[in-house]
């Protein structure tokens, strides 16, 4: 069996990384809780705003849709039809009741959001893995009342693999394009959770940084619209990108595990092993909190079990920041 032959074959390259690591002090500051900034809970009021009735438009797209429309949960907004292949019918409408459109939450173009995933150019076999690890349970994440997992977790019991094979094989035949700006910052704008994820506020207030990712998107109503050619902008501390190229390329003398020995020599994928260059820093910072305490525990989570280890919030952060800053 390819798939599993192929992470065993990466295995014992695991394995010999981390003999070679033994005897590396550990690190002390074992991130306590979930970061609340990538792990976005709408506050208990929130309240989506209602529709006025008026037609959406986004930039460079003659289609008008309503806010009913691009929150219909079985509906794919396809703005750009011509940015992709024809949306096959799981991806475009899902399957009433219990399958929700995939391009719904992940976009007719498979970019996603931060506060879900980007699909668009991930291996196959590893979008058919990841499905059954949900649907097993092995699967979780460390906020498990948020929305947006939970949906994620309850469809995958019900697509059938006819449906996950078509999704699959229609998102990794796209290339993700690279829609998020990774900006280095003392100061961030005040932000506040919008939908799952954060959003500007926009009222020239602003805050410090601190150890944190603050995601947004760059045109919120854009977002809204779930237009594929959303773009994001990441504010990260000073000095952050630099930090995890270094602990990226060299393993941080046995902290972690040189990501490129899996991820490839750019971070775009090797064979059945998802790419994590250019896609969302707190949907990364999510994934190596969740290796991290053992709720993603699927058949390919073990390989990643030595690089998450001895991690700190930190670490990760500067993991993240690095990767999302490279090229997809
Ligand atoms: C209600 C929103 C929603 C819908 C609809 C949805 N997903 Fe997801 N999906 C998510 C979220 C949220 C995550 C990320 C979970 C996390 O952050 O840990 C996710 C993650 C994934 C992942 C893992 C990506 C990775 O890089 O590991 C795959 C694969 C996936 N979804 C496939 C699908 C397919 C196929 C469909 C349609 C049959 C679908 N999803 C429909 C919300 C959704
Ligand atoms: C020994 C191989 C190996 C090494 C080294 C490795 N990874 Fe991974 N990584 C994997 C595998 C396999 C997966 C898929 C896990 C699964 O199926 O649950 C993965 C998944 C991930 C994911 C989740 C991606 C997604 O789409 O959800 C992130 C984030 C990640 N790795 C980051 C890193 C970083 C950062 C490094 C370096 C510090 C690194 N990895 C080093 C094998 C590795």
């Known amino acids: 069996m390819t798939i599993i032959g192929n992470f065993v074959k990466v295995l014992g390259i695991a394995l010999i990384v981390a003999a070679s ?18 792990y976005a809970m709408n506050p208990p009021d929130f309240k989506a705003p209602a529709d006025d009735g008026s037609v959406r438009h986004v930039p460079e ?15 794919s ?21 219990d399958v929700l459109a995939c391009g719904f939450c992940h976009r007719a173009g498979g970019t996603g959001g931060p506060e879900n995933a980007s699909l668009a ?3 196959a076999p590893y979008i ?13 994440t460390s906020v498990p009342d948020r929305a947006p997992p939970k949906a994620m977790i309850a469809l995958s019991k019900f697509a059938t693999a006819e449906e996950i094979e078509t999704a699959a094989a229609y998102f990794s035949s796209l290339k993700l394009k690279p829609v998020i ?5 003392n100061t961030v704008p005040k932000t506040r959770i919008f ?24 045109d919120l109503q854009q977002f809204v619209s779930r237009d594929s050619r959303s773009h994001f902008i ?34 775009k994928g090797l064979g059945p092993i998802p790419g994590i260059a250019g896609r969302s820093p707190t949907y990364l910072v999510r994934q190596l909190y969740d290796f991290q305490h053992g709720v993603r525990a699927g058949i390919g989570s073990a390989l990643m079990k030595p690089t998450v280890e001895k991690l700190t919030l930190d670490d990760m952060i500067a993991l993240a920041a690095y990767s999302s800053s490279l090229q997809p």
Request: with cysteine; glycine share 10%.
């Open 61 to 75: 797209s003659t289609l008008g849709l309503t806010l009913t429309q691009v929150r219909d949960s079985f509906f």
């Open 195 to 218: 939908g799952w994820h954060l959003a500007d506020l926009k009222n020239n207030e602003s805050e410090p940084i601190s150890a944190r990712i603050i995601e947004v998107p760059q």
């Open 21 to 38: 690591s033994q005897g590396a002090e550990s690190v002390a500051g074992d991130p306590q809780s979930p970061p609340y900034w990538a």
């Open 121 to 123: 150019g991930l291996p």
């Open 181 to 185: 700006q990774v900006i280095e910052t």
């Open 234 to 267: 990441a504010y990260v501390p000073p000095g952050t990108i630099e930090k995890g190229r270094i602990l990226s390329s060299t393993g941080g003398q046995g902290r972690t595990v040189q990501c490129m020995i899996c991820h490839g020599p750019d971070l």
């Open 77 to 97: 907004p396809d703005w750009h039809p011509n940015d992709h292949p024809p949306l096959p019918e799981i991806v475009a409408h899902g399957r009433k009741p």
């Open 128 to 140: 058919v893995q990841q499905m059954a690890d949900f649907k097993s349970g092995a699967r979780k």
